[in-house]
């Protein structure tokens, strides 16, 4: 067969890295919006919870809002 493709030189197939990528993504969507129903939808100490910046914490927010 063909050699896995590694672009980004991390020693993970580029297929892998995307299935981490989507993991990562998908914990991290779990992680805000269980924050944000424990903080009863305070967006500010959410983010405090979560060690994020506001602004960050808000893009996340209104991205993965999108997806639902």
């Not at 995307?18 to 779990?30: G, W």
Request: overall charge negative; hydrophobic content about 25%; some cysteine.
């Amino acid at each position: 067969g063909c050699p896995e493709i590694d672009s980004d030189g991390d020693g993970l197939p580029d297929k892998a890295d995307k299935t981490l990528r989507q993991i990562l993504k998908k914990v991290e969507k779990e992680q805000i919006l269980s924050t944000l129903k424990q903080t009863n939808g305070n967006k500010k100490k959410a983010s405090e919870i979560l060690d994020m910046d506001y602004k960050t914490f808000l893009t996340k927010l209104k991205e993965y809002a999108g997806e639902e």
